[in-house]
């Protein structure tokens, strides 16, 4: 079974280092002047990290599927919580594709590496997100998806 998680409000709350327009798009360059290793150990677990731990205690193939641009400090992170991983797929420094597409061709690009069909990929991998294009995109191709934004309330209720 794959489980691919989303990093930002997904597993992690990054929202201190985000900041947003007023239209509600991210101001990039302010997430990348906040991407120090202080404010990176300064994310908050959400409740699906601890299903990561467990997904992967129970033998799952964790799949880190995000459109930021990881860095040594993310990784660091991730590490210092207890959080292993098999594969990440993230945003190449200057790639401005939108997360949607981004996601699906790294996504295709990890099932095409795999020894089985893409329809077995589907049927077992499930992936959990908050963008709702991402959401979108991921039923539309046949992954089951799991807005983690729902999810983490459920968890946390």
Known sequence: MHFIFDLDH?????????????????????????????????D?????????R?????????????????????YEYLRANGLRWDACLS??????TP??????????????ARPM??????ATSVFFDDNANVLKMLDRIGIKAYNSIEFNARLSA
């Open 91 to 96: 945003r190449r420094e200057g790639d401005a």
């Open 117 to 122: 069909s893409w329809a077995r990929f589907c």
């Open 44 to 52: 908050t677990l959400l409740p699906l990290a601890a299903q990561w």
């Open 10 to 42: 997904t597993v992690s709350d990054s929202s201190h280092r985000q900041i947003t327009r007023p239209d509600g798009s991210l101001d990039l360059a302010a997430w990348i002047h906040n991407n120090t290793r202080a404010n990176i150990m300064g």
């Open 54 to 74: 467990l997904a992967d205690k129970k033998g799952a193939t964790i799949v880190i599927c995000t459109a930021r641009v990881m860095g040594e400090h993310d």
């Open 99 to 112: 997360d949607a597409d981004l996601k699906e061709k790294m996504i295709r690009q990890y099932a095409q």
